[in-house]
């Protein structure tokens, strides 16, 4: 059986046309289960009509007959059949043109044709269907897709999903490419027709989902954006810088002001918020109500934060001008005290220079403050929105001050008074001498210095010790102390406490100009383009941790020392209290290689020297960098200073600690620099513990190999080791140095043996040298003799080493106190308590499961 298919002109009409070769009597019944059962479900389409033409023979066309007949009932419940007689009778229902040469028309028909144009179509229709599933399948994991809370997995599944898209998009494209092909008119419409519905179907929901995770991807950004813009609060602002002890300089409110211009920076950016969710609202977003919610609760969180910081700006604006002022009075009482003690006596000898040094007194006086002529409580109460107790005791002390030179001026005024008024000869000035003092004998009064008279005026912050020679006066000193104070202490403890403090406060201020004038310009786009690209993320390898430093300066110590201003021997208690501190200096100086070797690089940048023409400074960067390391060195000058002339002193044990403690700070500090400079070690040195000692010494070596040993010792050239002494361990390392233009400064130490503390002991004597010592290792299998350039040196290494032996004892006995050794020196065993001599020992302290030796106590 075969079948043939052509179009009418008019679309959705079709001919069938069927040839069934089998026998006639069989006709009808094959016919009515083709029509009613094959053609339906293959042809796309109801059938209207049926032509039956009947055979040319009498028989066949007798039996058709009567088979139709028999079931003419089955067949018009179908559909109705018309008996064809013969082949002209189908021009009356089909066009010629419609029909084969076969049956009398002039349609050209190929049947190989025909069967590939089928073909053609029924992939095509395969290819439709698997495109449909693969569309439906696509879009139930669209709608089952769980969208997570992160940025980035929406950004991924925003990708995939677009991704996949494009690739069934390419596919539908392909498919309906067969539109240009030359069979396109042969094809199905109704194919065509379901394939363009489904891309079109396909478009709209990938439009919808793809504008969905949009839209979602910009909510949950915008959610971030809100909870970090959230969490800027009044109660945050409200607390910031309340601290009033931190409210005392004009340096520190300035600070205060830069914080709140960096809080109003982050208003700005809330602002932006608010105007981006408008934004969003603007454009139709399915949460829109939440945005706008969020937005009204940004805005009215800015109004009230704007309020709080014009409140704070305001505050501290006039917290700012009141410490100008009363830097401005103080730096008056001082110009005053110093004008006093300027005035030369020579001149009061005359009437004239009385007058003149009147009219200096008087002019200066004019140019007073007028912050002094209003007096303590007209401040208070002009200033009482921003007054703390800190604030009250600095207007207090400025008050006082001024109360005290005042006294000094009038007194000086009420003297030179006389002196102008009555004029007859000229008048020494005399110190008051008290009843019956016993004449004090001393080489300054000796004929050979001339006659001096010492004049001591007392005001109540003020201690002017005057020197007088008949001709001239020399002010000694003028410092802002009591009375008990200026008693207790000699002159040269002033001094030194006077320029401790005077030169902290100046080395604050550098590093505050460091900071702000390099370090922060590394972030000012003004000068980006002056900066170069390599160095703009180098700034903690140039600057190393020197915010941390002047944190420590500017916000603690220098406070402690100005606490100290009238009790130096303080001092010594201060540094010993912040004595862990200190350890920032060794961060910084491990640091100053690397600090060092960047600045060479880049010292002719132009941003450099931009910003010290900005800053005023005579010196380059590199100067500043330097100014840790040499007030480190210059607070163990100062103790040295204070501790010499505080001998007597009840505190002068704590001078003495602090001044140990900063002399092994800088011990330790150069330590770290020559450790950081050992190359060749594997693992991590800071596992090893502290640097105890470091140094060159002369190593001899000898090995226990069975029952000889084989020595390396005063017949064999000694080599040249640099020790490092470690909590937990001992290492020897070859010093190496580079020579050349380029060459750096820092010697550099290669690896060369390890010996842990656990397994070490030490004979502190060896025959033939005094400077010599010995280190064996592991029961004595190595034997290092070590030679000290110096006995001091050897002395000092043995009681670090004894030091480590007796803190692993008490570590493994868990004792405070040794029980009691055996210490073997170099030739007998001896009891310690009979031992005279603190370095003619040897001394062990190791642990019986390490299988070495014990020595009882």
């Not at 539109?179 to 990938?206: K, P």
């Not at 100009?513 to 370090?519: D, E, F, H, N, S």
């Amino acid at each position: 059986m075969q079948g043939k298919k052509q179009h009418f002109i008019r679309p959705r009409t079709f001919i069938k046309y069927v040839e069934l070769f089998f026998c006639f009597s069989l006709y009808p019944p094959v016919f009515k289960d083709y029509s009613c059962t094959y053609l339906p479900a293959s042809f796309p389409g109801n059938l209207h009509l049926v032509l039956v033409l009947r055979p040319t023979s009498f028989f066949q066309r007798t039996v058709t007959d009567l088979g139709f007949r028999f079931s003419q009932e089955d067949f018009m419940l179908k559909m109705p059949v018309v008996m064809l007689s013969s082949v002209t009778d189908l021009l009356r229902y089909i066009d010629e043109n419609q029909l084969t040469s076969e049956f009398g028309g002039t349609l050209d028909y190929c049947h190989s044709d025909w069967i590939v144009l089928r073909t053609a179509i029924e992939s095509f229709a395969v290819m439709v269907k698997d495109i449909a599933q693969m569309l439906q399948a696509f879009g139930t994991e669209l709608a089952e897709t769980q969208l997570s809370e992160e940025c980035s997995a929406v950004e991924f599944l925003l990708l995939s999903h677009t991704e996949k898209y494009r690739r069934l998009k390419v596919q539908l494209n392909e498919a309906l490419m067969c539109r240009e092909s030359s069979h396109f008119s042969l094809i199905d419409y109704w194919l065509l027709a379901q394939l363009t519905d489904m891309e079109m179907a396909f478009d709209g929901f990938f439009d919808k989902h793809h504008l969905k995770l949009q839209q979602y991807l910009q909510l949950l950004r915008y959610e971030h954006s809100f909870q970090e813009v959230n969490c800027f609060s009044v109660p945050k602002i409200a607390r910031k810088h309340t601290d009033g002890s931190q409210t005392n300089s004009v340096a520190n409110m300035l600070i205060f002001l830069i914080d709140l211009c960096l809080f109003q920076d982050e208003m700005s950016q809330a602002q932006v918020l608010i105007l981006h969710g408008h934004q969003l609202a603007a454009g139709h977003h399915y949460a829109m109500a939440l945005i706008v919610q969020r937005c009204n609760e940004l805005r009215h969180q800015c109004d009230t934060l704007t309020s709080a910081l014009n409140t704070k700006r305001n505050s501290l604006t006039q917290a700012q001008t009141l410490l100008r002022l009363l830097e401005e009075a103080q730096r008056w009482c001082d110009d005053g005290a110093y004008l006093l003690a300027n005035q030369q006596v020579d001149k009061f000898q005359s009437k004239e220079g009385a007058q003149a040094a009147l009219r200096d007194i008087e002019k200066f006086q004019e140019a007073a403050p007028p912050l002094l002529c209003a007096g303590v409580d007209v401040l208070f109460l002009e200033y009482e929105s921003v007054l703390t107790p800190c604030l009250q005791a600095h207007i207090e002390k400025t008050f006082q001050k001024h109360s005290s030179v005042q006294a000094l001026i009038q007194s000086r005024q009420n003297c030179l008074r006389k002196l102008a008024d009555k004029h007859v000869r000229p008048i020494q000035l005399v110190v008051p001498r008290p009843e019956n003092p016993p004449r004090a004998k001393s080489p300054l009064f000796s004929p050979k210095h001339g006659m001096w008279w010492c004049n001591i005026n007392f005001g109540s912050n003020y201690l002017i010790i005057s020197i007088f020679q008949p001709r001239i006066l020399t002010v000694l000193s003028i410092v802002t102390f009591s009375q008990d104070f200026a008693l207790n202490f000699s002159y040269s403890v002033i001094h030194v406490m006077k320029e401790l403090i005077e030169t902290e406060r100046i080395y604050v201020e550098e590093l505050l100009a460091v900071l702000l004038g390099y370090r922060a310009e590394m972030d000012n786009p003004s000068l980006a383009p002056l900066l170069p690209t390599s160095l703009r993320n180098k700034r903690d390898v140039l600057f190393g941790n020197l915010p941390d430093i002047y944190n420590f300066h500017s916000s603690v110590f220098l406070q402690d020392l100005e606490s100290c201003l009238e009790s130096p021997e303080a001092v010594g208690a201060c540094f010993l209290e912040r004595k862990e501190h200190f350890h920032l200096y060794e961060c910084y100086c491990q640091n100053k290689p690397r600090s060092d070797s960047l600045w060479r690089q880049f010292s002719d940048c132009p941003f450099f020297q931009e910003c010290q023409k900005k800053l005023e400074h005579k010196l380059a960067l590199d100067s500043y960098l330097l100014k840790p390391v040499q007030r480190l060195t210059k607070y163990q000058l100062l103790l040295k200073e204070l501790l010499k002339y505080s001998s007597g002193c009840e505190r002068a044990s704590e001078l003495q600690g602090a001044l140990e403690a900063m002399l092994d700070l800088l011990k330790s500090v150069n330590d770290s620099m020559h450790q950081i400079a050992i190359t060749g070690y594997e693992g991590d040195l800071s596992n090893l513990g502290r640097v105890l000692m470091q140094g060159s010494f002369s190593v001899w070596i000898s090995h226990k190999k069975g029952p000889t040993r084989v020595k390396e010792l005063a017949r064999f050239k000694p080599m040249q080791r640099h020790l490092f002494l470690h909590e937990h361990a001992l290492l020897f390392c070859k010093r190496r140095e580079e020579h050349g233009e380029n060459a750096d400064k820092t010697p550099s130490y290669s690896f060369k043996h390890c010996l842990k503390m656990s397994a070490v002991g030490i004979t502190e004597n060896v025959k033939g040298d005094v400077k010599k010592f010995e280190i064996w290792y592991s029961g004595r299998e190595e034997v290092y003799v070590i030679q000290a350039p110096t006995l001091e040196v050897k002395i000092a290494w043995l009681n670090e080493i004894r030091k480590i032996l007796t803190n692993q004892q008490k570590q493994l006995k868990g004792l405070n106190t040794f029980p009691s050794l055996w210490i073997k020196s170099s030739a007998k065993c001896i009891n310690v308590n009979d031992c005279k001599n603190e370095h003619s020992s040897l001394f062990k302290v190791i642990n019986t499961t390490n299988n070495i030796m014990h020595y009882k106590m």
